[in-house]
């Protein structure tokens, strides 16, 4: 970060409507709550929520949701935005995604329950991974899809082990080969797998 607000779009796509935005000065269905500069939509708001940076206003580096008169981000203090953007558990400045928990908060909660780490170090590591991914709202999406939460169930059931060979029997999916190449990346996944374990017999023998 070099001062400048971090931005980027997020959320799902406009839609028109009978409301304007005060801020992407477009037609949309809903407004989602009033600030100090204006109606806010709801795409808007998420991408203010997501805007972290120095504030021009105080030097302090935090959320900067609001805007200058001259349409420069700012911090909630300095637009004087009354809403309520911490977390109730971690304390940081966030987005409440559910019951007053900004989204990573929410997100462990949902892979604690799922995959049951208890005293398995290596479930700690990964929920804490999943948390700490740059986009957690994709993580969430992704335990949504049926194929993603069976695959984190049978994890937390005890009935898939985290190597590379048990991997090797599940069907094909792009739940599977997402979940498998974070825990390769981050060396959790443990053993050969199969097919390399095969190619590097193959060689072997051509050496012999």
Same mark, same amino acid.
């Not at 939509?41 to 959320?63: K, N, S, V």
């Not at 304390?91 to 462990?108: K, Q, S, T, Y």
């Given at each position: 970060m070099t001062g400048l607000a971090e931005q980027h779009k997020r959320g799902r796509p406009r839609s028109t409507g009978d409301h304007r935005c005060d801020r992407c000065h477009q037609q949309v269905a809903k407004i989602r709550l009033h600030w100090p500069d204006g109606a806010i939509?709801?795409?808007?708001?998420?991408?203010?929520?997501?805007?972290?940076?120095?504030?021009?206003?105080?030097?302090?580096?935090?959320?900067l949701p609001g805007r200058s008169p001259d349409n420069q981000p700012i911090c909630r203090?300095? !637009?004087?935005?009354?809403?309520?953007?911490?977390?109730?558990?971690?304390?940081?400045?966030?987005?409440?995604?559910? !019951?007053?928990?900004?989204?990573?908060?929410?997100?462990? =909660? =949902?892979l604690d329950a799922v995959l049951k780490p208890g005293d398995d170090l290596r479930l700690h590591r990964l929920i804490g991974?999943?948390?700490?991914s740059e986009r957690p709202e994709s993580i969430y999406t992704y335990m949504r899809g049926s194929k993603a939460r069976a695959l984190l169930e049978a994890i937390g059931e005890r009935e898939l082990p985290l190597t590379h060979d048990a991997f090797d029997q599940l069907p094909d999916s792009r739940a599977v080969d997402h979940l498998r190449a974070l825990l390769t990346h981050h060396?959790?996944?443990w053993s050969v797998p199969a097919k390399v374990a095969t190619a590097i017999k193959r060689r072997v023998r051509i050496c012999l």
């Open positions: 939509c709801g795409r808007c708001f998420t991408e203010a929520t997501h805007t972290y940076g120095t504030c021009p206003d105080c030097a302090e580096h935090r959320m203090d300095c !637009a004087r935005i009354t809403t309520a953007l911490t977390c109730t558990r971690c304390h940081r400045e966030a987005e409440r995604f559910r !019951a007053g928990l900004c989204i990573r908060c929410a997100l462990h =909660d =949902d991974l999943l948390t700490s060396r959790m996944i």
